[in-house]
C-alpha cells in the first residue's frame, strides 16, 4: 500500500504568517490528493482535492500545490481560526490513506 | 438539510460485536459511494470500508478484513457497518462519509457525520 508522510507533525506559528505542510506519497499518484482540516472536537472538512482544487466555501488563504509524490498545503496569512490538525489523503486507490496529521497552533 | 448521522456505538467487550448505522438525508443517497472511517482517542484518520452507490462493490483495508462488513439500503438511505471479534484497537470514533463526486469511487469525501464511538474494553 502507499504510504502517506506529512511533516512537520505541528507546528507553532504567528497570526499572519506563511505557514505550509508538506506530504509525500511513497510512490506517485499523479494530482489524487485531497486535503482536510480538523479543528478540536470537531469533523474533518475538506478544503482541497486534486491536489490544488479549493473545496467551495473553503477561504482563498488556503491553497494547494504538487504532482507525483510531493505536495504541499499553504495558509498565505494564518488566523486564530485556522487552529487545528491537517490531515493528505490520496485517492487514487483502495486503501485511500491518509497522512498522519499536522497539528498548527498559534504562538 | 444534508447531513449523515451514525449510530450503534458503546461499549463492548472484546470478541464482541456491533453494527453501526449511518442515516443519509438531503441528497439522493444511492448516487454516491460511501465509506466508513475511524479515529482512534488522539490519534489520526483511517479509512476502514468504502461501498459502491449501487452496494454492489465493497472495499475494506487489509487490517479489517474478514471482521467487517459495509453494506446499504438505498430505500432506507441507510448505511451499515458490521463489526464482528471486536479488539481493543478497535476502539475509536467510527465517521461515516461521502463521496464528492456523483457516481464515482473516487474516495474523497465532502460530507461527514458526527461519528459514533466504540469502546472495546472489558
Known amino acids: 500500500d502507499i504510504q502517506m508522510t506529512q511533516s512537520p507533525s505541528s507546528l507553532s506559528a504567528s497570526v499572519g504568517d506563511r505557514v505550509t505542510i508538506t506530504c509525500r506519497a511513497s510512490?506517485?499518484?499523479?494530482?489524487?490528493l485531497a486535503w482536510y482540516q480538523q479543528k478540536p472536537g470537531k469533523v474533518p472538512n475538506l478544503l482541497i482535492y486534486a491536489a490544488s482544487t479549493l473545496q467551495s466555501g473553503v477561504p482563498s488563504r488556503f491553497s494547494g500545490s504538487g504532482s507525483g509524490t510531493d505536495f504541499t498545503l499553504t495558509i498565505s496569512s494564518l488566523q486564530p481560526e485556522d487552529v487545528a490538525t491537517y490531515y493528505c489523503q490520496k485517492y487514487n486507490s483502495v486503501p485511500p490513506t491518509f497522512g498522519g496529521g499536522t497539528k498548527v497552533e498559534i504562538k | 438539510e444534508v447531513q449523515l448521522l451514525e449510530s450503534g456505538g458503546g461499549l463492548v467487550q472484546p470478541g464482541g460485536s456491533l453494527r453501526l448505522s449511518c442515516a443519509a438525508s438531503g441528497f439522493t443517497f444511492s448516487n454516491y459511494a460511501m465509506s466508513w472511517v475511524r479515529q482512534a482517542p488522539g490519534k489520526g484518520l483511517e479509512w476502514v470500508s468504502g461501498i459502491s452507490g449501487s452496494g454492489g462493490t465493497t472495499y475494506y483495508v487489509d487490517s479489517v478484513k474478514g471482521r467487517i462488513t459495509i453494506s446499504r439500503d438505498n430505500s432506507k438511505n441507510t448505511l451499515y457497518l458490521q463489526v464482528n471479534s471486536l479488539r481493543a484497537e478497535d476502539t475509536a470514533v467510527y465517521y461515516c462519509a461521502k463521496v464528492l463526486v456523483l457516481l464515482s469511487q473516487f474516495w474523497y469525501f465532502d460530507l461527514w457525520g458526527r461519528g459514533t464511538l466504540v469502546t472495546v474494553s472489558s
Open positions: 510512490q506517485g499518484i499523479s494530482n489524487y
